[in-house]
Structures are given as C-alpha cells and as structure tokens.
C-alpha cells in the first residue's frame, strides 16, 4: 500500500481519538439514563484550560487532569439538576453547553495563538515495524494507543462485569434494579461524572495533540461535541459500535482534504461540510427499521426478499437505554 | 418463616393506603390476599418486600423484630417480591438477568449461574433458555424467572403480586403447582389477587382487604359470596348471555396471510356478523395481537383480504379503517390509550368532532361531566388521566370511542380490574352490540372468553383454530386448546 495513504489512515486513528473518548464517555452517561448536551461546550472549555494549564505549568498531565476535572464539574451540574432538582435535562444541557463555550472563547482570549507544549510521538519498539500495521498502529502518541485502551475496556465493563450489567440496568429499568440492591441514584451520580471527565480529557487532547493550541472561534473544534453526541446514538450505547462511527467521522473529513485538489469543480466547502450529513444520513440508515412506513413497505415485498430485508435492518437496529432522561422515583 | 405484620400505616397524600393493619402468617402457607383496585394489598406488600417504607409499624420475620428499608435489606432477610409487572430487563439475556444484583467479584461467574438456574428449572419444571434474550420469553415466563432468582438468592418468602395478570392458563396451572410445592417445603408464599376463583383454589387462608384496611379473614371452606360481600360491601351477580340474531357480516377475512419477525400465520378466514362478539385466545405472543392489529389496518398484512361492509380495505392505514367504521381499543391504556398529563375535559375535547377553531371549553367540560355520570368514572373534568385509577381509566376509554362506530377492536378490556369493574364494562359492550356493534376482543381470561364470547379464536404456534361456539366449549377444552393440545395440524 501507498505509504502516503498509510500515513493519511494512521492519521485518522490519530484523529479520531478525542472524538472516541468523547463518545464514550457519554455512552457511559447515557447508559445510565442520563443525557448530557454538555459535550461540545464542555469539550471548547477543557481544551483551552487544558492548554493554558499546560501552557503556564509546563506540565502535559496537569493539563489532561484540568481537562477532565472540568468535565466531571459540568457533568455534576447536570446530574444535581437533573437527578436532585428534577430538572429537564435537555434543557440544563444546552445552556451548560452554550455557556461553556462562551466561557471558554472569553477567558481564553489571553492564551490565543502561543506556541505551547504538545504531547510527543511514542514509537513502540518492534511492533513498529510490521508491515502496515506498524504504520498504522503503533507510530502513534501516547492519547491514541490511550483511546485503544478506552474502547476495549469500556466493552469489557459495560458487558463482562456484574458492576455494568447492573450500569444496563440503571438506565433500561430503574425501579427493576432498585429490587436488585442498587443505589439508582447515586451511580447515575458516579456514571455521568465519570462520562463527564472522558469528554473533558478530549479538550486537551484537540488542544495538546491533535489541533495543538488554542486558536479562539477559528480552533475548528465547534461542533465535535454535537458530532459526539450524534456517535453515540450511531453506536448504539456500543463502545466498539460508538468507536467505529468515530472512525468513519474522521475518514470522512480527511476523504475531504485529500478529494480536494483532484475535484477543483467542488466548492471546497462542500467537501468540508460534507462529513456532517453524511453522518446524519448514515445514522438514519442505521434506524430505518424502526420506522412504521418501512414495515408497511417491507410487508409488500416478495417473501424471501422481505425476510432478507427484514434481518438486516433488525441487526442493524439499535435503541436507547429505555429510561434515558427519565428520573427515578420508588413511589 | 413466620411473617408477622403489627399495626402497619402509610399514607400517600390525602390517600391512607393502609390502615393499621395487623397480620399473621405462619411457615409453610399460602396466604391469600383479596381485594379491588385500591384496597391497599400492594402497598401493604411493597412496605414489607422494602419497596417503599410504612410510616409506622413493626415486622416481625420468626419473631423477631426486623427494619426492611431496601428490597436488598428484603432479600438479605428472605424476602423476595414478584412484582404485577415482572422487574427484569428486557433487552438483556436470561442469564445477565439473573447475574444483575446478586453478590460476586467484578466479573460475574456466568457458568455457576446457568447451572443454578438449570437445577432450579428441573425442580420446578421449567423451560428457559439462559441465552435467550428476555424481550423474548412469555410474561408467564419472565414471571418463572423472577421466582427462580428469588429462590437462588435465598428467599424464604415469596410474594406475588397479581401474577395471573397476562400469562395463560397452563402457565397459571403450573405457577400454582410451584407455589404449593414450596408451601409444602415450608416456606411462606403471600398471593396477591382480584380474582377470587384463584385465591380460592390455591390458599390455606384468606384476607380482605377493603380502602386500605383489613376487613375480614376466611378459611377453607370457601364461601363465594361472602368473600364478594367482604371485598364490595355487597352482593354481585353476573347477567345472562343473550342468543344470538341472524347474521348479517360486517368484517370478513379471506385468506389472510400476517408475518412479524417470530410468527407467521397463513390463512385465516372469518366473517363476523353484525351485533356478534368474537374472542381472541391463546397465549400471549401467539399472534392475536398481530390478528387484531391487521383489523384495524394498524399492521399490513402481507397477503389475503380485509373486507368490512363489502369494502376492502386491506393495506390501507388506520384513517381509512376509522372511516368505514372500526375503532380500536388498546391494551396499554396510558401508552396508548390515553394521553397522560392531558384532563378527561381535554381528552373529551380531542375525541370529539369540533365546531369552529376556537375550543369551546364550557360546552366540552358539560359533556364531559355527563360522560362521567354515564360512565360512573370516579373524578372530575379537570382530573388528569393518569390520576384515575386503573377500573376508571378503562371507563374513560371506553367513554371516548366515538357512538357511531360498527366494529369494536379491543385488547384485554378488562385486565387488571376487579369483577364490579369487569362486570359493568361488559354490560356497556353489550349494550353497545344490542345497537348492532360487533366486536372483536383479546383475552387471556378464559371465564371471560366464554361469558362473553359468541364464537372463539384460538391462536397457536403460528396456527389458527375454526371458530368454536362460545355456548358449547368448556373452560378445560378451551384451556387444552390454548395450551395446543387437539389444534388441527
């Protein structure tokens, strides 16, 4: 394989790494029924404290700690309101989000443009020389090979462990996991905090690796975050799913850099917004079987035809936590 | 183990759901709890299960004085509930299910779990596959699986709430044999029921309840009425069936071909006459639903007709059937039924045809109240649905189909209501087809089906039985036939 597209790809994976720790982190949250809009403000906010931070101290992992603490706290904001206060969480979630951002364009104005620390490459001995692979995998920076690690684990606990079956519980049925000895709300409490510091470590990981520094309005990370939100939903409350459509996220805008020069007739905005329905077309592929037309459609169709249809729409078909942004009461 | 109950008391708001109530079970019974809708026999078992806490009074479990605050604090005692509503989770397998809240080390031990649930399963008989999905099991099945948790860790009590609501009539066969092996192991099994024939058949001792207080005890042998007159405060009588006219069809169905993902049934054929009640049966989840469903045009059918008053309106959607006459009543009254957060006024108003743009309030809020003398609903125009209680909400619903309809399609009219609730829905079906409407209902009560019923349909494994006459079948031959037993191959 071309070495240029190689690099091109292992980029990608580069990438794609916020956005998987992003979106992981709320598919933790949403799992236990909680909706956080948060995302993209919060994401704006952690990577310009997560940069100053880094910036002032000179120091990368104080930095990432920033980061997440900001998450947790914005996440905390959410789940008070939510779960103690009873609040809408939709509506709590995009004034967070809204506020956050501003928050983070205003009190970054002093840091804009500086040249700050970024996070190094980490070749893995040995590993690095496989063919492909290498390139592809192992001649990463310490976030990347970090996210690997995220998505493996986060299945593992969400399916494996007795603590994420009882996490599926929580979310899908409250009252069903409260006759099973759990504390509803206070691991919603533990699992929207815990989702809020994932998203709030990929801040720093645009503004210390990826898009290193912190550029103000042109950063280019506004609207990650809604891109995130929209993964999750992709995903299926799936960490390896949810991590996937982080990945075709990022092939999809690098397919628009690289397409650009061979397509001068294109407007290159076109190219560069094109990621975006894309995603929304692919997310309405993905559950089209739920819609009441398309079973009356598929009922008219040949038999063998419609039994086909019918499977693959059902393997694809994914649905939420059945009590997400529902709270919990035992009365 | 003994069970003792001393002076329990809670309120909910104005509501005081239970009165001072003082009981004693001894080990080894099956103790029966009567009452209507709303006479405090759940909340009385969910202060006991931990579920929600007496505002006071003692528990006592083999004499000693224990605190439940949580239904982990239950278990740990030996107390376990089975809710009306089995308390699992659907989109996860049998086997997670089973895993979710019950002590261990981070990674649950999915193999000693089967092969707990296999032991427990060849006691009692039962048949679930650990690996399947929950969402797929019957809720008689669910129900089974919810004991068999209980039992695995460790309960020594068993509550049931409701349990016969929904499951069918081997299932419930089969459910009492288990409740009476484990009283013949001494342990303490609490059954909770409406339905006296159940209460009467199965428990060793009886008591009712009535508005939140304990009103009376009873012991074998059982008299009918005067547990009737416990529960009501008077005597009630069902009315007599009234012989059927000549027909004139209304509904017919050629070779009706439906489908979903687990079922498909091939060529059915009915014709339903004018002022005629059709019942459903089967076991839930055997294609009734579906059936009934495709009547209403809510579900296409992929092959056959649907013809009503010589129209044929197969693949056409729900607004087409609605014009030509039918309506449909579903099972979930709050899902969809009724519009939670929305008055009986507002639901009066939406139902019925409107004069002009501008909502005339007065004029509805009149008609509303004359529905609710009609309807005996107990409460007020501005009364929010969700607010009635389960008997009141059916009569609400029933209180807004439109008077003109010809065909009636109806889920489950009568589930979860106590016998003067049922009684008094019936006589307004009645009613309804003495004025030429017909109607097709579901039902998992097989008295119902009979009483009721001038023919029947039994649904099985993907097949359809020919209609049986409702005057001729009897309870056993028609639970025969649901559990698939003489169904022509």
């Known amino acids: ?331 | 183990m003994k069970v003792e109950l001393q002076q329990i008391d809670k309120h909910f708001g104005s509501v005081h759901a239970n009165d001072h109530i003082t009981m004693t079970i001894p080990a080894g019974t099956i103790q029966g709890i009567l009452g209507e809708n709303g006479a405090g026999k759940s909340t009385l078992m969910k202060i006991l299960s931990g579920f929600i806490q007496a505002d006071s009074g003692v528990i006592k479990l083999d004499g000693k004085k224990v605190v439940i605050h949580t239904p982990d604090q239950a278990i740990h005692h030996g107390i376990g509930m089975l809710h009306q509503d089995p308390l699992d989770f659907p989109p996860m397998r049998v086997v997670d299910n089973l895993v979710v809240g019950s002590p261990g080390g981070l990674v649950p031990n999915k193999k000693e779990a089967i092969a707990a649930l296999k032991k427990l399963q060849e006691r009692f008989g039962f048949q679930i596959d650990p690996d399947a999905y929950v969402e797929t099991l019957t809720v008689g099945e669910r129900q089974q699986l919810e004991i068999l948790r209980l039992l695995w860790l460790g309960a020594r009590v068993l509550i049931l709430d409701e349990p016969t609501t929904g499951i069918s009539a081997s299932q419930r066969l089969k459910l009492f044999d288990t409740l009476r092996k484990l009283a013949a192991d001494g342990m303490t099994v609490i059954f909770v029921s409406h339905k006296l024939e159940e209460v009467e058949v199965l428990c060793h001792r009886i008591a009712v309840f009535q508005r939140g207080r304990m009103v009376g005890e009873a012991k074998p042998p059982y008299v009918t009425t005067k547990l009737v007159e416990m529960m009501f405060g008077k005597a009630i009588t069902l009315d007599e069936r009234a012989p059927c006219a000549t027909c004139d069809p209304v509904l017919k169905v050629e070779h009706l071909e439906v489908e979903d993902t687990r079922l498909h049934i091939c060529d059915i054929n009915l014709e339903v006459c004018r002022g005629e009640v059709i019942g459903l049966a089967g076991m839930e989840g055997s294609g009734q639903r579906m059936f009934l469903r495709t009547l209403a045009g809510l579900t296409r059918p992929v092959g056959g007709k649907v013809i009503v008053h010589d129209k044929t309106l197969t693949g056409k959607t729900y607004a087409s059937f609605r014009k030509a006459g039918v309506t449909y009543v579903p099972a979930s009254r709050l899902e969809e039924g009724l519009i939670s957060g929305l008055s009986l006024t507002e639901h009066f108003i939406l139902a019925r045809e409107q004069k002009g743009f501008i909502i005339n309030r007065d004029a509805a809020v009149k008609e509303t109240e004359e529905n609710i003398d009609q309807f005996f609903i107990r409460g007020k125009p501005e009364t929010h649905v969700e607010a009635l209680s389960g008997g009141n909400q059916q009569r609400a619903l029933l209180a807004l189909q439109r008077q003109d309809v010809d065909v009636l399609l109806i889920e489950h009219p009568t589930r979860g209501l106590d016998i003067e609730s049922s009684i008094w829905i019936w006589s307004k079906l009645k009613a309804r087809c003495q004025l030429g409407a017909t109607i097709v209902f579901i039902s998992s009560d097989l008295e119902e089906l009979l009483h009721y019923s001038d023919r029947i349909l039994v649904f099985f494994g993907g097949k359809v039985s020919e209609p049986l006459d409702a005057g001729t079948t009897t309870v056993d031959q028609l639970g025969q036939l649901i559990g698939g037993l003489g169904m022509k191959s």
Do not use: C, H
């Not at chain 1, 939709?90 to 951002?101: E, I, N, Q």
């Not at chain 1, 690796?209 to 975050?225: E, H, R, Y």
């Not at chain 1, 008219?300 to 997400?324: F, I």
């Open chain 1, 1 to 331: 394989m071309d070495n240029n597209i190689l690099v091109g790809l292992a980029g990608v994976l580069a990438a794609a790494a916020p956005v998987v720790f992003a979106a992981i982190g709320e598919t933790f949250t949403e799992r236990a029924g909680i909706i956080n809009l948060s995302v993209n403000g919060t994401i704006l906010l952690s990577a310009m404290a997560g940069f100053a931070t880094s910036l002032v101290t000179n120091n990368l992992i104080l930095g990432f700690l920033v980061g997440a603490i900001i998450g947790a706290l914005v996440a905390l904001l959410v789940a008070f309101s939510s779960i103690t206060l009873k609040q809408s969480q939709v509506a709590v979630g995009f004034v967070l989000t809204l506020m956050t951002r501003d928050l983070a364009y205003f009190l970054g104005n002093s840091f804009m443009g500086q040249a700050g620390p970024r996070i190094p490459p980490l070749n893995i001995p040995l590993l690095q020389d496989i063919p492909i692979l290498g390139t592809l995998f192992f001649k990463q920076d310490i976030i990347v090979y970090t996210s690997f690690i995220l998505i493996v684990v986060s299945q593992w606990w969400i399916f494996s462990t007795r603590q994420g079956l009882l996490l599926q519980g929580i979310g899908e049925r409250p009252a069903a996991a409260f006759v099973r000895g759990a504390n509803v709300n206070k691991l919603r409490y533990l699992y929207t905090m815990l989702g809020g510091a994932l998203v709030g470590l990929a801040g720093p990981m645009f503004s210390l690796s990826v898009k290193a520094g912190w550029k103000g309005t042109i950063s280019g990370l506004d609207g990650i975050g809604w891109i995130a939100l929209a993964i999750t939903i992709f995903g299926g409350w799936n960490p390896v799913r949810v991590a996937l459509g982080a990945y075709l996220f990022a092939l999809l805008q690098w397919l628009g850099l690289v397409l650009q020069p061979s397509l001068p007739n294109i407007p290159s905005q076109v190219l560069q917004v094109a990621p975006f329905p894309l995603m929304i077309l692919t997310l309405l592929l993905v559950n089209i079987g739920n819609a009441e037309w398309v079973e009356r459609w598929l009922a008219g169709m040949p038999a063998p035809l419609r039994r086909v249809v019918a499977k693959v729409l059902r393997a694809m078909r994914t649905s939420p936590p059945a009590s997400l942004g529902v709270p919990f009461e035992n009365e």
